[in-house]
């Protein structure tokens, strides 16, 4: 398979990446889409692409005429056009279950974070300002009601988590799931009026674009909290910053934004509001496994075997 161009279009993890070179012809595109010379001379000869959920995959895509096969490194795909690959049959995988765990921590770290002002504390102790006695009391989380929108493997990982804290968890999805114990909302307004946390963990479709307006955020309220490890386009940021400006929303956890690495420059003003770089799967463990899952579904297409996790 030395001879298979698989394509890069940005770099991600080294493990990937070496483990690609000793398989496969690894092109690496770091100035795309910039440059696109290096693409034209190339494009005959790619045969699959690696990309993750910020790469613009879908021009990508269409500039590749022999492209049989796209791994994403990461579980959405909304980055990636699946009705226009199933056209080209062109093969598209991704890398569930693996990274559950990591997003579902990641949503309890967030939510720990911002209701224990914790990154507000960190800054406070490191300024010098400490006076015994003298910082904010800050929130439970402990019994609080968590509303998930999107009770797929992270949402059930998140409820699971929240539940040894001995919340009540509710959820709002597309369908209601018979097998689950939760409380069901057949809307997002009603969800949100009925919790304390807002936990968005659902994958960005045409559906999902701006699930969280200001609506929602009124629903919520003066002391609900917002937490989103899903995407960022899942959020309208300027309803969010005047919501959190204007006091009707308590605060917000974000792991994600609109348009990466992009971040409203209101928030970072504002005590009540925790910021992370998108890092729902960042530990050497997960990225390390879900390299793993790419470079399998790789094998497997170039040696005609069974997708290990095939979307289309
Ligand atoms: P799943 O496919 O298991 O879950 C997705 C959930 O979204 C399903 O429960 C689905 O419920 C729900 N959903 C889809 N459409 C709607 C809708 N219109 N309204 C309400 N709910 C909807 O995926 P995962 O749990 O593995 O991953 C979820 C998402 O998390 C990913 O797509 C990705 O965007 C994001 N993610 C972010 C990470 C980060 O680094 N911050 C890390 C990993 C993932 P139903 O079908 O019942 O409607
Ligand atoms: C995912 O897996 O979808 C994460 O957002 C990483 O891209």
Redesign the pocket.
């Known amino acids: 398979m030395e001879s298979v161009s698989v394509l890069m279009p940005r770099p991600t993890f080294p493990y990937l990446e070496q483990e690609l070179d000793k398989r496969f012809k690894l092109l690496r595109l770091w100035d795309y889409p910039h440059s696109t010379q290096f693409l034209k001379d190339n494009a005959n000869s790619i045969r699959a692409i690696v990309v993750n959920?910020v790469d613009p995959a879908k021009k990508l895509i269409e500039a590749l005429p022999k492209l049989e096969i796209v791994t994403n490194y990461?579980?959405?795909v909304?980055n990636i056009d699946l009705n226009r690959c199933k056209e080209r049959r062109i093969r598209v995988t991704n890398t569930?279950d693996v990274?559950?765990d990591e997003?579902a921590d990641?949503a309890i770290g967030l939510i720990l974070a911002l209701l224990r002002r914790l990154c507000e504390c960190d800054r406070y102790v490191r300024s010098g300002r400490w006076k015994l006695g003298a910082y904010k009391l800050t929130t439970k989380f402990s019994g609080k009601r968590v509303g998930i929108?999107?009770?797929?493997?992270?949402?059930m990982a998140v409820a699971r988590r929240a539940e040894a804290f001995n919340c009540s968890i509710c959820y709002?999805?597309?369908?209601k799931?018979p097998e689950s114990q939760y409380k069901y909302y057949p809307s997002v307004v009603e969800l949100a009026s009925n919790c304390d946390i807002l936990v968005v963990?659902?994958?960005?479709?045409k559906?999902?674009h701006g699930?969280i307006d200001r609506k929602i955020m009124d629903a919520l309220g003066p002391k609900g909290a917002l937490i989103n490890?899903?995407?960022g386009k899942h959020v309208d940021e300027k309803e969010l910053v005047s919501a959190l400006l204007e006091g009707r929303l308590g605060g917000a956890a974000m792991?994600?934004f609109e348009n990466e690495p992009h971040v409203p420059q209101e928030l970072f003003g504002l005590e009540n509001v925790v910021l992370s770089p998108?890092?729902?799967?960042?530990t050497v463990e997960t990225r390390t496994a879900m390299a793993d899952v790419v470079i399998g579904n790789l094998e497997a297409h170039f040696r005609g075997k069974t997708l290990l996790t095939p979307l289309v």
Not at 149 to 155: A, C, D, H, Q, T
Not at 278 to 282: F, K, L, R, V
Request: charged fraction near 20%; hydrophobic fraction near 35%; include cysteine.
């Open positions: 959920s990461g579980v959405g909304d569930p990274l559950t997003a990641l929108i999107g009770l797929g493997r992270i949402g709002h999805s597309r369908t799931k963990a659902c994958s960005l479709t559906e999902t699930i490890i899903g995407r792991d994600v998108h890092i729902g799967s960042a």
